[in-house]
């Protein structure tokens, strides 16, 4: 299952990066991406797992990057 999210305030690619790393180091998550440029970020796990992985990414983001307001799409 996939989840997509609108990172508005993520300001440089830097930043995408180490979130995009950070992100794909939680357990369950089978892929996370990071495109700075469109400000998208899409998650994938397991359709079980997703509530939770999506959960604990978004409390993720929200520590690493405060000033950016997340978006579900």
Known sequence: MRRSYR??????ADCAAKLER???SIDG???ATVNFM???CTL???DERMDEVA???EKMIAVQEPDVE???L
């Open 7 to 12: 990172l508005e305030g993520l300001d440089c």
């Open 70 to 72: 997340i978006r579900k």
């Open 22 to 24: 950070k992100l794909s």
């Open 29 to 31: 998550m089978k892929s």
């Open 44 to 46: 994938e796990a397991d």
């Open 55 to 57: 959960s604990k990414a």
């Open 38 to 40: 469109t400000l998208k």
